[in-house]
């Protein structure tokens, strides 16, 4: 009675009988459109997740080679002491560390030159020269 008034509906959704035998009505009800519905409903998710990736571009060298010459430039900067390491509090000074990452960024920019617009260009030049002035002035 109180499973009635209480709007609730009780469904034995159990497979095996008390005596161990298999229900008939699960082996009936075993190949339901469920498995269906789900997979029409995770399709349209595969499909629009293979749509963004044909849309994506391909991952790009030049792209790449950019950001580690902004991450060695910087790198540079604190080897020559004059910019403070994240999560430090003293400087740290080493010069053959700063020519390594310097030497480096001027070989990636010289390949990276024919790949980038006239504006990056100036820009990657005006910090090569101003990391190699300070590494002089750091050496003195």
Same mark, same amino acid.
């Given at each position: 009675m109180e499973e009635e008034q209480s709007g609730y509906e009780v469904k034995d959704k159990r497979r095996v009988n008390p005596d161990g035998t298999v229900k008939e009505e699960t082996a009936k009800e075993e190949p339901k459109a469920e498995p269906k519905a789900e997979q029409s409903a995770q399709q349209p998710q595969e499909e629009v997740k293979s749509d963004?990736?044909?849309?994506m571009p391909p991952p790009n060298?030049?792209?790449?080679?950019e950001f580690? $010459?902004?991450l060695l430039a910087e790198q540079a900067w604190m080897m020559m002491g004059l910019r403070?390491?994240?999560g430090q509090?003293?400087?740290?000074k080493d010069l053959a560390q700063a020519k390594a990452a310097i030497d480096t960024v001027v070989f990636m920019v010289e390949k990276l030159d024919p790949h980038i617009e006239e504006q990056d260009r100036i820009a990657l030049r005006s910090m090569i020269s101003d990391l190699?002035?300070?590494? $002089?002035r750091q050496n003195q």
């Open positions: 963004e990736q044909a849309q060298v030049y792209a790449t080679m580690i $010459v902004g403070l390491a994240p509090k003293e400087l740290v190699q002035l300070n590494f $002089v």
